[in-house]
């Protein structure tokens, strides 16, 4: 019986190694396409950033547009990938009317313009993760 799985295992490593030998070329090949397609790692590094839009609690049309911050961003040359009202999740406030609320305006930039315009974006802080 010993013999028997042995000599199966050896048979099937064998027919593994003929399959690796016969695919190899092509295996290499595919490493480097795939290598060489994809995006700079800096190109395709994001980040969320935020800027509280200002808006009061009860207060219907308080607070800035997303359109409004976006121009900041733009100003500098920031590329903005896409941007969002969303409510700050770590933000805690108090319930009441006229009360500064946690909505903010997040913008996707690229890593890179985060860490060159850094000190022009003050009022721009990281989206918590």
Known sequence: ???FLIEGYVHAV???WAVVKLFWPSLGA???VCSVAGPPAEAAETLRVY???GSRQCEEKTGRSLAR???ALRRLG???RSMKKLQHP???TILMCGAPSARANTYVIPAGDWRRYRKQLKSF???PK
């Open 1 to 3: 019986m010993k013999a």
């Open 14 to 16: 064998g027919g593994l």
């Open 30 to 32: 595919l490493i480097v």
């Open 51 to 53: 800027r509280l839009d």
């Open 69 to 71: 911050d976006a121009q």
């Open 78 to 80: 920031i590329v903005i």
């Open 90 to 92: 770590g933000m805690i």
């Open 125 to 127: 802080q990281l989206w």
